[in-house]
């Protein structure tokens, strides 16, 4: 999937009107849904390339109640298309594939500069790497 960044004013579910551009704390929340439309969970952060700017993950948490028990996991940006008539984020990611999938830590200490865990989360999703090669 990929992220719609069309400007023109058009009604039709997904596709962007107005700015293309969100805060990044807008972000932040939003829900996602699957491809039925079922609530899978939100977002709870951005992981953001520092050189690029490029916004290269996702972090949603799902499960748990009233912020209790959620479970985290990394969701390569490129899984995630805004739907307008949802007003939230649609993904082909089911809630199985979700709970399989690698995780990648929220510990401060861990070491995101390991390409090896990034390509297995990429390679788990069947997405690009969004380095390159």
């Known amino acids: ?17 107005g700015n293309p551009l969100i805060e990044s704390d807008r972000v932040e929340g939003t829900a996602v849904y699957d491809p039925q ?10 992981m953001i390339e ?20 959620e479970d985290e996991h990394t969701i390569p940006w490129s899984k995630l298309d805004y739907d307008t ?4 984020y649609r ?4 809630e199985e594939q979700l709970r399989g999938a690698p ?5 401060r200490d861990y070491d995101w500069s390991d ?4 390509r297995e989360l990429h390679d788990y999703w069947k997405t690009p790497y969004y380095w390159g090669i």
């Open 37 to 46: 439309g079922n609530h899978l969970g939100s977002i709870k952060r951005l």
């Open 50 to 69: 520092k050189i690029s700017g490029k916004v290269a993950y996702a972090v949603m948490s799902f499960g748990g109640f009233l912020g209790m028990g």
């Open 85 to 88: 008539s949802l007003g939230g």
């Open 115 to 118: 390409r090896e865990r990034e």
């Open 91 to 94: 993904t082909d990611i089911s």
């Open 103 to 107: 995780s990648l830590s929220r510990d």
């Open 1 to 17: 999937m990929a992220q719609t960044d069309s400007s023109t004013n058009t009604n039709a579910p997904g596709v962007m009107t």
